[in-house]
Nanobody
């Protein structure tokens, strides 16, 4: 139900835009969140948005560089990533849930995409 795209390999300082298309019912995408994970580390939240109110959350490590947004139909969530750093290298996942909050951990999200790799060198 969630399909990510837009990952790739870039140089430090460049930008990427990730997309996550959601095909489930409206209510289950109440909260949509981007997570990332590197091998050997826990999955961490990057940015999240409530599809109804538009309220957002950002990990302090990306605040000011990344922007999360929804399309008008609220079926696709984007993550615009600017000024990328090597430490942003990770597998990025999109998640959605009806009850989860924007600061909630991965365990609170029911629906997940397959992931898209972001590599910054």
């Amino acid at each position: 139900q969630l399909v990510e795209s837009g990952g790739g390999s870039v140089q430090a300082g460049e930008s990427l835009r990730l997309s996550c298309a959601y095909s489930g019912d409206y209510y289950s995408r109440n909260c949509m969140k981007w997570f990332r994970q590197v091998p050997g580390k826990e999955r961490e939240g990057v940015a999240a948005i409530y599809s109804g109110t538009g309220q957002t959350y950002y990990n302090p490590a990306v605040r000011g560089r990344f922007t999360i947004s929804l399309d008008n139909a609220k079926t696709t969530v984007y993550l615009q990533m600017n000024s990328l750093k090597p430490e942003d290298t990770a597998m990025c996942y999109c998640a959605a849930d009806v009850l989860a909050g924007i600061q909630d951990p991965p365990s609170n999200f029911q629906f997940w995409g397959q992931g898209t790799q972001v590599t910054v060198s």
